[in-house]
């Protein structure tokens, strides 16, 4: 494994805006079980208002997927997926197509190498503004997957243009860009530990010559990037989970669901769901990265 050599001439920024958001969808089909997974897994246990019991218990990531697929069928496993591909095509493509963009414009003038802190200051700034543009869409994936995790749900959308519709009507415009702040948090975060890991990675490898700029070193980068990112986003992301699927006034802000998955499961509460999280993220980064670098050699030889 080889694949396309790297070209003369660097892809243009339209390139790799487009480029990024085609390889999120690539990643997003391959991992969406297990986003699905993680997703149950991590509001399990969680005090619902009113207050019911779900006769539905997962254990673990293959436990939590041949449960849905005997409870609910081989669908569920793929509920959310259109809302899941449009966050893609518009998140992926701002936090991961503009990030060399964006590191070039806080990159000194005349400096021969980017610094940490630019890199981590372009990681914040893309993922700040992916979310900020993308929120509505992750708010209904995550609706969906969650929707048969509870044996009270009435929320049931039959289509994601009615979930936009329903929400937006039920719950205001601001139902649509509910969890943003920790959305944002998170997205920095794993934009940081992502991008900026697997910037440094492969930039190791290929100083010290360790490894070609090929599929292997793509590879290896995005694995490294994938478990960062795990380490460091799950607290903020199991916040967010609950937070984003949470009823109208069950939570007053995202502090207030952070204090009550604390008060109720404790610390070990900000990991509910890591392994799926890592197996998804760690899956998803490699898809992405690998499709990600493949389809920028592409556009320019195809240019």
Not at 67 to 77: D, H, N, P, Q, Y
Not at 110 to 118: P, Q, R, V
Not at 165 to 191: H, K, V
Not at 202 to 229: E, I, S, W, Y
Request: contains cysteine.
């Amino acid at each position: 494994m080889v694949g396309l050599k790297p070209p003369e001439v660097p892809p243009t920024a339209a390139m790799k805006f487009v480029s990024a958001g085609m390889a999120g969808c690539i990643a997003d089909l391959c991992t969406f079980p297990l986003d699905t997974a993680k997703v149950r897994l991590q509001i399990q246990g969680e005090v619902r208002i009113p207050r019911t019991i779900s006769s539905v218990e997962y254990r673990g990531v293959l436990g939590t997927l041949s449960t849905m697929v005997r409870t609910e069928g081989a669908r569920s496993l793929y509920r959310g997926l259109a809302a899941g591909l449009q966050r893609q095509m518009s998140f992926a493509s701002i936090r991961i197509g503009l990030y060399d963009s964006v590191k070039q414009l806080y990159t000194p003038k005349g400096a021969e190498n980017t610094g940490m802190s630019t890199r981590l200051l372009a990681g914040c700034t893309t993922g700040a503004v992916a979310v900020a543009c993308a929120q509505p869409t992750d708010v209904v994936k995550v609706r969906f997957q969650a929707s048969r995790a509870l044996s009270d749900s009435a929320r049931q959308y039959s289509s994601t243009v009615d979930a936009y519709r329903t929400i937006a009507r039920e719950e205001g415009i601001r139902g649509l860009w509910r969890g943003t702040l920790p959305n944002i948090a998170r997205n920095a975060i794993i934009n940081c530990g992502e991008l900026v890991t697997y910037d440094l990675l492969k930039d190791a490898l290929l100083r010290t010559q360790l490894m070609a700029d090929n599929v292997p070193c793509h590879f290896v980068a995005a694995f490294g990037a994938g478990f960062c990112a795990t380490v460091v986003a799950s607290p903020v992301d199991v916040v967010k989970t609950r937070y984003m699927n949470a009823s109208p006034g069950q939570y007053r802000n995202a502090l207030s669901c952070l204090l009550a998955l604390l008060m109720q499961d404790g610390a070990a509460g900000l990991y509910k769901g890591f392994v799926p999280s890592f197996l998804r993220l760690g899956s998803w980064n490699v898809v992405m990265f690998v499709s990600y670098e493949q389809l920028q050699r592409a556009m320019v030889l195809a240019r």
